[in-house]
């Protein structure tokens, strides 16, 4: 499938983007669009289902398929600085959240729920996990109580 | 921007939901207890400290609606508790 070509991004079911790079998935593969040139930089991870920028990483969240006919969520990254690709965690269930520079989810072994964050920056990109534990929502700032605009 | 998340631990005898600030992640001394007995599976939505959620009973799967203020310890309130009907909560735009 052609994405972007000539401006046309039909096939694009996700995009996402920074700063000098479009990011966009057709489901199986995901495409980064840079001056005219289109490149495949994620594949063979099953379906993916969704994208997000956070920080220097592309994040998406894929499936396969189990042997009991079920899907199995994982999260994994593609560093947008060096290309480097690499998995965050597997047995995603709920709360995929990017916030504060961080990657929230809670995964499960199907027995019981754990509470992960993944650190988008500093030396160990390891998920910090709390057992036992799950994500029950997150609440934001209201308008009039965050910082004023600097111009 | 975040305020914060909402975190339940399970345990044997009854759940505890927190209320943890992004810069308290790593502090569990500072997240604030907002106290949660029931054997419910809860989601909570909304923006500021003032939130509704859903709690979907563990025994009988109906869900019933939940208050909590995260700015106060020990708020989390039924606003049904009919284990028997299934509720869920609205939102208007």
Redesign the interface.
């Known amino acids: 499938m052609s994405l972007l070509t000539g401006g046309d991004c039909s096939g694009w079911k996700e995009m996402s983007a920074d700063e000098e790079k479009v990011f966009g998935t057709d489901g199986s593969k995901i495409y980064s669009y840079s001056n005219g040139s289109l490149n495949e930089i994620v594949s063979d991870v099953g379906d993916v289902w969704s994208i997000g920028i956070l920080g220097n990483y592309l994040i998406y969240l894929s499936s396969s398929s189990t042997l009991t006919g079920g899907l199995s969520f994982s999260l994994g990254y593609y560093d947008v600085r060096d290309g480097t690709l690499g998995s965050i965690d597997d047995g995603v269930v709920s709360l995929y959240l990017t916030a504060d520079k961080k990657l929230f989810y809670t995964k499960s072994d199907g027995t019981s729920p754990t509470a992960c964050y993944w650190p988008a920056s500093g030396s160990s990109l390891s998920p910090v996990c709390f057992t036992n534990s799950y994500w029950a929502g997150f609440t934001s700032l209201p308008v009039s109580l965050r910082a004023p605009l600097t111009v | ?11 044997t005898e009854e759940d505890t ?1 927190y209320f943890v600030e ?2 308290n ?2 502090n569990e001394s500072a997240w604030r207890f907002l106290e949660f007995d029931k054997d419910f ?9 003032c ?1 509704l ?1 859903q709690g979907a009973n563990s025994q009988s799967g109906n869900e019933d609606v939940f208050f909590v203020d ?1 700015d106060r310890e020990n708020s989390p309130l039924n606003v049904t508790d009919t284990p028997s009907e299934d509720e869920e909560v609205g939102f208007m735009e």
């Open positions: 921007m975040i305020k914060g998340l909402l975190l339940v631990k399970k345990a939901l992004p810069e992640l790593e599976i809860l989601g909570f939505y909304g923006v500021g400290n939130l959620g995260t």
